[in-house]
T-cell receptor, first 111, second 115 residues
């Protein structure tokens, strides 16, 4: 699975959009980009995933560059409850194997 | 749906004691996983299972054993606990798909301290 690079920490003002970047320059053609978050030692929570196209769900939007070497997770209106560690993971489908979580980005939403 | 549940939530062991952590899922997922998370670090895979009766080693399997006798349950055993096994343990499950993606669903964790 391709390695990802994320900034260790970010701040965002409450109510503003939080844009979390992820570099995955060695991603393969069949590898998906996943985003998870972990709030204060709870179990990780799935947010969104995508292959090539941009994706949106009720939690967030995922923007993947055309060359697929980087992506951005967007939380459109950050709240204090979005304070968490966000993990970007790339993984091939149906490998039956683990997700490599790395250390992620610690996002702090400031009132 | 309860999703993924783990028992116990907390446990304190003395060095050399044994224990079993239970993970249960009610989503009919084929795949199940056990991870550990140490302070300030990401999750690391201990063992995983791609179906009933099958298990495989992950990144950090030493000192642990697992069993998947029923599809909905995945047990993690520590035969002789060591202080280095003090950690938070997370269980996860996912579907198996021949194509496309398969996200994992996580339990709330078990906090284990070995003294």
């Amino acid at each position: 699975d391709a390695k990802t690079t994320q900034p260790p920490s970010m701040d965002c003002a409450e109510g503003r959009a939080a844009n979390l970047p992820c570099n995955h320059s060695t991603i393969s053609g069949n590898e998906y980009v996943y985003w998870y978050r972990q709030i204060h030692s709870q179990g990780p929570q799935y947010i969104i995933h995508g292959l090539k196209n941009n994706e949106t769900n009720e939690m967030a939007s995922l923007i993947i560059t055309e060359d697929r070497k980087s992506s951005t997770l967007i939380l459109p209106h950050a709240t204090l409850r979005d304070t968490a560690v966000y993990y970007c993971i790339v993984r091939a489908p149906n490998t039956g194997n683990q997700f490599y979580f790395g250390t992620g980005t610690s996002l702090t939403v400031i009132p | 749906n309860a999703g993924v549940t783990q028992t116990p939530k907390f446990r304190v062991l003395k060095t050399g004691q044994s224990m079993t952590l239970l993970c249960a899922q009610d989503m009919n997922h084929e795949y199940m996983y056990w991870y550990r998370q140490d302070p300030g670090m990401g999750l690391r895979l201990i063992h995983y299972s791609v179906g009933e009766g099958t298990t495989a080693k992950g990144e950090v399997p030493d000192g642990y054993n697992v069993s998947r006798l029923k599809k909905q349950n995945f047990l993690l055993g520590l035969e002789s606990a060591a202080p280095s096994q003090t950690s938070v343990y997370f269980c996860a499950s996912s579907y198996s798909r021949t194509s496309g993606s398969s996200e994992q669903y996580f339990g709330p964790g078990t906090r284990l301290t070995v003294t």
